[in-house]
């Protein structure tokens, strides 16, 4: 019985893990549709800050990156910046910034996701609702409290209402994703 319990909480793991990472995707497409409706300038540096995230301080970075047309360093690539000087020693190189962001933002997402998956297996939490839930807690935990007080972003209070609301719905949709598409594959596994 016990392996059998073992092997289900693995494939929700899994399911939970891809559909993180499908989450993600669709979140991005959010950030970028919105970025279209709000007609912000189509620069590289914009669009890369849409492709790493739906946080609150994502919407002032693109501020200035429409008006400078400079890359801006986001939390995504903060935590890269900490993750590579710690591992290795050194700063990332500019080149690399984007991808490293990337990586730190689909990695963040996938392991979200295997969580859900995970919580999915032991409770049946793959509802429209809760999926909903998972995100606006993701967002509350992740972006509202655990950025700034790791120093990656500023305090939440520095941030617009119109922000706020931004990377709630983002999270939003990250976690009603996340939660059907996780259910979709763990009924074909």
Do not use: N
């Not at 494939?11 to 709000?38: E, H, N, P, R, Y």
């Not at 994502?58 to 995504?76: F, N, S, W």
């Not at 910046?81 to 910034?97: C, D, F, M, P, Y």
């Amino acid at each position: 019985m016990a392996g059998s319990r073992k092997a289900e909480f693995l494939k929700g793991a899994a399911a939970g893990t891809a559909a993180g990472i499908v989450g993600v995707i669709t979140m991005t497409a959010q950030q970028l549709l919105c970025d279209s409706f709000s007609r912000r300038v189509s620069s590289e540096a914009v669009r890369e800050l849409s492709e790493r995230g739906g946080r609150h301080d994502i919407a002032q970075l693109k501020e200035r990156a429409q008006k400078t047309g400079l890359r801006q360093r986001d939390a995504t690539v903060r935590t890269a910046e900490v993750v590579a000087k710690t591992i290795s020693g050194r700063s990332l190189a500019r080149r690399h910034r984007h991808i490293a962001g990337l990586t730190v933002h689909y990695t963040f997402a996938a392991v979200a996701g295997a969580l859900h998956g995970m919580v999915a297996e032991r409770y049946d939490v793959t509802g429209l609702s809760r999926g909903l839930l998972y995100g606006g807690v993701l967002w509350l935990f992740a972006e509202e409290v655990a950025l700034p007080v790791s120093g990656l972003t500023k305090a939440a209070g520095e941030y617009s209402l119109q922000d706020h609301a931004s990377g709630l719905a983002a999270h939003l949709m990250f976690g009603y994703t996340t939660a059907r598409v996780q259910r979709w594959i763990r009924q074909q596994l």
